[in-house]
């Protein structure tokens, strides 16, 4: 399956490369400009800080303390291997895995996959709003229907999970423990906010940094169409069929960067660039594993 998936993020690569004229994508590339993706870079590693804080919050609620620099170490570990390997959470359940001595792996393992959560939820809910608002919006973009099908479809199937995972914890103590997770890590008044705000944050940071990786290549995205255009693209990188969301992503941009007034090219290039950036901060941030480990 390794092979497999790596065969098909080249072979997708390379299919789209030959839709879009590769010259055209090389000389696309060939002009990025290095003050943009070094603001990328910057805005990418700030996503992880705050995703690192969010974790910490979740655990805490849970009743795990993870230092910050603790914190911020396994993230950037972790978004190194999930780039790595197939799949893209082999680095969040060894994050789960590592941090069990405390707690346990239930329940370290709740906090990572309530973290993770959180933040796919907080970027369905922005793309929905965003989408809903340039749609009905007079002279808004014209978001094709096959997309405004799709993510309907995800809205609906990720409601319908919640409430059947709720009315089936009333009978398996399992999900009840997972649900009353839920309930005090992300749901309760007084940690509700700061969660939404994390989320919001992490999305917020996600979306400026591919925002200036398509600047970095010349493509000048209106705030609207970067909010609609931006999510649905990251979105690519969560089918686990390639590795680290390659091939897919570019796919998408290729399709979806031409509702911005871009071309293909330009998209493929922009999305390109964001995962050599998205790449080089993570590997980038496992330096800081070699810095001695301070207590909280």
């Known amino acids: 399956m390794r092979v497999l998936r790596w065969g098909l993020a080249l072979l997708l690569l390379g299919g789209f490369l030959w839709l879009v004229d590769a010259r055209a994508v090389l000389e696309v590339l060939r002009r990025a400009e290095a003050g943009w993706l070094m603001l990328a870079a910057g805005l990418l590693v700030a996503q992880t800080a705050v995703s690192a804080l969010r974790w910490r919050l979740v655990a ?99 409601g319908a999970a919640l409430v059947v995972l709720s009315r089936m914890a009333g009978r398996r103590a399992a999900l009840a423990r997972w649900r009353q997770g839920v309930r005090v890590a992300l749901l309760a008044r007084e940690v509700r906010g ?43 990188m969560l089918v686990p069929l390639t590795v680290g969301g390659w091939g897919l992503r570019e796919g998408a941009a290729v399709a979806l960067f031409p509702l911005a007034g871009a071309s293909g090219a330009e998209g493929f290039a922009a999305s390109a660039a964001f995962g050599a950036v998205f790449t080089l901060t993570a590997l980038g941030g496992l330096l800081l594993q070699l810095r001695p480990l301070r207590a909280a």
């Open 60 to 158: 805490a609620r849970l009743g795990q303390r993870i230092a910050m620099g603790h914190a911020l170490r396994e993230y950037f570990l972790a978004q190194a291997v999930n780039l790595a390997l197939p799949g893209g959470v082999a680095g969040d359940a060894a994050r789960a895995v590592r941090a069990r001595a405390e707690v346990g792996l239930e329940r370290a393992g709740m906090a990572v996959v309530l973290e993770r959560a959180a933040g796919q939820v907080a970027l369905v809910a922005a793309t929905g709003v965003a989408v809903a608002a340039v749609t009905l919006a007079p002279g808004g973009m014209a978001v094709p229907q096959v997309v405004l099908a799709a993510l309907a479809l995800v809205l609906l199937s990720v």
């Open 194 to 236: 700061r969660q939404a705000a994390l989320s919001l944050g992490t999305v917020a940071l996600n979306l400026a940094a591919f925002w200036a990786c398509a600047a970095a290549v010349g493509v000048w995205l209106p705030l609207g169409a970067a909010l609609v255009v931006l999510p649905l693209v990251l979105f690519a």
